[in-house]
C-alpha cells in the first residue's frame, strides 16, 4: 500500500519561495509519471504540474515560468519548487500519479499572505 507524504509548506509573503518535497513508500515511482496538485477551500482539486518518467514537465499555466517540478527516483521522491508565490497560489498541495491515481497523502498547505 503506498503512502504519500508531502512537506514543505508554511506562510510566506507574496513574492517568496518554498519548495515542497513528496515522500513515496509501498510502491516505487520510476515507473510513474507523477504530478503535484493543489485543493482551494470550495474548490476541485486542480493538477499544478506534472513530470514523466523521463523528466518531461508540464504546467498549469497559472504557475508556468514561476514553479519547476523535479523528481529524484532514487530517494523516491518529488519536488516542487515556487517562485514568486502570488495570494492566489494559497491551497493545500499534494502529490500523486499523474493519473490513475494512488491514496491521497494529507498535503501541505501552502499559504501566501502579507
Known amino acids: 500500500q503506498v503512502q504519500l507524504v508531502e512537506s514543505g509548506g508554511g506562510l510566506v509573503q507574496p513574492g517568496g519561495s518554498l519548495r515542497l518535497s513528496c515522500a513515496a513508500s509501498g510502491k516505487v515511482i520510476v515507473a510513474s509519471a507523477m504530478a503535484w496538485y493543489r485543493q482551494c477551500p470550495g474548490k476541485q482539486r486542480e493538477l499544478v504540474a506534472s513530470?514523466?518518467?523521463?523528466?518531461?514537465?508540464n504546467y498549469a499555466d497559472s504557475v508556468k515560468g514561476r514553479f519547476t517540478i523535479s523528481r529524484d527516483n532514487a530517494k523516491n521522491s518529488v519536488y516542487l519548487q515556487m517562485n514568486s508565490l502570488k495570494p492566489e497560489d494559497t491551497a493545500v498541495y499534494y502529490c500523486?500519479?499523474?493519473?490513475?491515481?494512488?491514496?491521497w497523502g494529507q498535503g501541505t498547505q501552502v499559504t501566501v499572505s502579507s
Open positions: 500523486n500519479r499523474a493519473s490513475q491515481s494512488w491514496d
Open positions: 513530470i514523466t518518467t523521463v523528466g518531461r514537465t
